[in-house]
C-alpha cells in the first residue's frame, strides 16, 4: 500500500485519550490510505471506539495530532461531517420515524444530499421505505445505517461494529455491501471483534490492545509473521502406519487417531509432499483437508503477548 | 439552521402517531372540561368569584396543558431521545445541536398550542366559553409560561441519567403542580392553607397568570407572575447548558 502524505484519508499520531485513570488510547499512530478498507480489531476494551469517535471529532483527544481528510476532527467537525459517513455502533432513531423519513431528514442535514432512492434499493431496504424504525429487523436497522451514512456522498466512512448481533447470513451479505462501498471509490475504515470479518475484507489490518497498537500489516502478512505451520487432515484404514511420513521433507509431526491421522510441518510444499507420499504408498486416503493459521490464531497469539508484556510492568 | 424545519416536520407526524404524548396534551383536558362542565355547567357560580367554572377552568386547563408538557413529555422525550442513541446518531452528521434543541422547543410549543386551541374552541362551542381579555397578552403569557416550563423540562432531562429516572422526576413534580396550583381542581374551593402553599408551586403562577390575562386584567397585574417564570426560564436554561450531555 503506497500512500502519499498528502493523499492519505487519515493520520494519527500520538493519539491519547484517558477516562479518570483509564488511558484508552495510549499515544497511537498510524495512516490510511485512500481507497483503502483499513480494519481497526481489538479484544473488549481496547480503545477501538474511543479511537474511532475522536477520528469523527465526536471525542475531544487529550493528545496527539490527527488529520481526517485533511481536516483537524476537533476543530472542523462540522466541516469533516459533511464529507465522512459514519455508522455508531450504539444508536438509533426514534421507533415511530418511517425509513423514507429518516433517509429524506438525513439527506437535508448535508450540503450536497445524493438522491437517497437508490441507496435504498442498493441495501435492498427500498420495500421497507414505509416501515416505522420499530419495525425492523436487527439486519434492516444496520443496512438502514449504513444507508444514512451514505445520504452525503462521503468521501470516507467509519463502520464500528457493523456486524456485531447479526446473524452469520446477514453478516456476509454486510461484508458484500462494504466491499461496494470500497469499488464506489471510498476508504473504509471499520472496528470489528470478528476476526474473519478482519481477515475477508481489510487491506490491512491494526491490531489494538490496551490502547495500544500491537500489530499493523495486511491480514496475509501477519498470518505469515506467526510462523506457524499446517496441519493436513485424512482419514485412511486404521492399518496404515504413518511413522515413515516423519522423515518426509517439512513434517514435524505424525499422529495416529483411530482411522484420522494427522500430518503438521511447515514449507510450502507441504501438502504437495505428503500426498504424493500416501498415493506412491498406496494409501486409499479420503477427507483430506488442510488447516492453516488465520487472523483468528495471530490475534490471540498477539493479545497473549501483550497480556505477557502487561504482567511484567 | 440546514435541517432544522424538516427535523421540526418529521417531530411533528412522530409526535402525532404517539398517541401517550397526545394524551396529556391534546385529550386530558378535554375530558377533564366536559366532566367539570357537565357537573357546574357555566352559569355564574358565588363558588367561582360569580364567574362561570369553565371560563374560570379553562385558562387553568391550558396551564395545566403548559405543566404536562414541560414536565413530562420533553423530559422525556430528550432523555429518552439520548438514552436509546437518537442524539448520538445526530451529533454524527453536520446539524448543530442548537437546530436539534430548538426543533425540540418548535414542536413542543406547536402541541402546545393546539391543545390549547383545541380546549378553547370546545369550551366556546358547548359550554359557551367567554373571553373578556385581549388575545395578544394572553397569547404572550401563554407563550411566557411555555418557555420556562420546556426550559424545567430541558433541565430535568439534563439532570436525569437514564428515561426513566426523568419520568419519575417528572411525575414527582408534575402531580403537586397539577393539583396544588388550581390547574384542574379551582383553587376557589381550597381551604386557605392550601391556597398560600399554592404560592410556592410553580404552575400556580402559570393559572394566576393565565386567569387574570382571560379575564383583562392588566398586564402590570401580573409582574410577580413574570418574574417567577422568568426566573424559572433562566434556571432552567443555565442549569441545561451546563449539564446537558448528548449521551
Known amino acids: 500500500m503506497t500512500t502519499t502524505t498528502g493523499g492519505a484519508a487519515i493520520q494519527a499520531e500520538g493519539l491519547r485519550k484517558s477516562y479518570g485513570r483509564l488511558e484508552a488510547v495510549n499515544g497511537i499512530g498510524f495512516e490510511v490510505g485512500r481507497g483503502e478498507i483499513f480494519g481497526l480489531v481489538g479484544p473488549n476494551g481496547a480503545g477501538k471506539t474511543t479511537t474511532i469517535e475522536c477520528l469523527e471529532g465526536l471525542r475531544g483527544a487529550d493528545g496527539g495530532t490527527m488529520r481526517v481528510l485533511g481536516l483537524d476532527p476537533r476543530r472542523e467537525g462540522y466541516e469533516l461531517r459533511e464529507r465522512i459517513g459514519v455508522q455508531l455502533q450504539q444508536s438509533a432513531l426514534p421507533d415511530d420515524m418511517k425509513v423514507w423519513e429518516a433517509m429524506d431528514l438525513f439527506s437535508s442535514y448535508y450540503r450536497n444530499p445524493v438522491a437517497w432512492q437508490p441507496i435504498l434499493e442498493r441495501l435492498a431496504i427500498a420495500d421497507k421505505k414505509q416501515t416505522r424504525f420499530a419495525g425492523l429487523s436487527g439486519g434492516q436497522k444496520q443496512r438502514l445505517f449504513i444507508a444514512l451514512a451514505l445520504v452525503n456522498d462521503p468521501e470516507l466512512v467509519f463502520l464500528d461494529e457493523l456486524t456485531t448481533g447479526l446473524d452469520p447470513h446477514a453478516r456476509r451479505s454486510m461484508w458484500d455491501l462494504v466491499r461496494g462501498i470500497r469499488e464506489r471509490g471510498k476508504t473504509v475504515f471499520l472496528t470489528t471483534h470478528f476476526m474473519e470479518e478482519a481477515e475477508q475484507l481489510c487491506d490491512r489490518v491494526l491490531v489494538m490492545d490496551r490502547g495500544r497498537i500491537i500489530a499493523l500489516d495486511s491480514p496475509a502478512n501477519l498470518i505469515r509473521s506467526l510462523r506457524a505451520g499446517t496441519d493436513i487432515l485424512f482419514t485412511a484404514d486404521r492399518a496404515f502406519d504413518p511413522s515413515p511420513l516423519r522423515s518426509l521433507s517439512g513434517v514435524t509431526r505424525v499422529e495416529k487417531n483411530g482411522e484420522r491421522f494427522s500430518v503438521s510441518g511447515t514449507g510450502d510444499r507441504l501438502v504437495c509432499i505428503v500426498v504424493n507420499a500416501l498415493d506412491e504408498a498406496g494409501v486409499l486416503f479420503r477427507d483430506l483437508r488442510t488447516v492453516q493459521p488465520d487472523l483468528e490464531d495471530v490475534f490471540l497469539a498477539l493479545t497473549a503477548r501483550s497480556e505477557g508484556d502487561g504482567e511484567d510492568r | ?247
Not at chain 2, 379575564?215 to 442549569?239: D, I, M, R, S, T
Open chain 2, 1 to 247: 439552521m440546514r435541517g432544522f424545519w424538516k427535523l421540526a416536520w418529521v417531530e411533528i407526524k412522530i409526535y402525532l402517531r404517539q398517541p401517550q404524548a397526545a394524551f396529556f396534551t391534546i385529550f386530558f383536558p378535554l375530558i377533564l372540561l366536559f366532566i367539570f362542565g357537565s357537573i357546574y355547567g357555566n352559569d355564574p357560580n358565588p363558588l367561582f368569584g360569580g364567574r362561570g367554572m369553565v371560563d374560570v377552568s379553562t385558562p387553568a386547563y391550558l396551564a395545566m396543558i403548559i405543566g404536562s408538557t414541560g414536565l413530562l413529555t420533553i423530559a422525556i422525550a430528550v432523555s429518552s431521545d439520548r438514552e436509546k442513541g437518537v442524539l448520538r446518531r445526530y451529533r454524527a452528521t453536520p446539524l448543530r445541536p442548537a437546530a436539534v434543541l430548538a426543533s425540540q422547543i418548535v414542536v413542543h410549543f406547536l402541541m402546545t398550542l393546539l391543545g390549547g386551541i383545541l380546549l378553547i374552541a370546545a369550551a366556546r362551542l358547548v359550554y359557551g366559553l367567554t373571553f373578556t381579555g385581549r388575545a395578544e397578552m394572553v397569547f404572550l403569557g401563554f407563550t411566557l409560561a411555555s418557555l420556562s416550563f420546556f426550559a424545567v423540562g430541558f433541565l430535568l432531562a439534563s439532570v436525569a441519567r437514564t428515561a426513566r429516572t426523568a419520568y419519575i422526576l417528572g411525575m414527582v413534580l408534575y402531580f403537586p403542580n397539577l393539583f396544588l396550583s388550581g390547574a384542574t381542581i379551582p383553587k376557589e374551593t381550597f381551604p386557605a392553607a392550601l391556597r398560600s402553599a399554592g404560592k410556592f408551586i410553580p404552575l400556580t403562577h402559570v393559572v394566576n397568570l393565565l386567569q387574570g390575562l382571560w379575564f383583562g386584567n392588566a398586564p402590570a397585574e401580573h409582574v410577580l407572575e413574570a418574574v417567577v417564570l422568568a426566573g424559572l426560564l433562566a434556571v432552567g436554561v443555565v442549569v441545561s447548558a451546563k449539564t446537558f450531555r448528548w449521551e
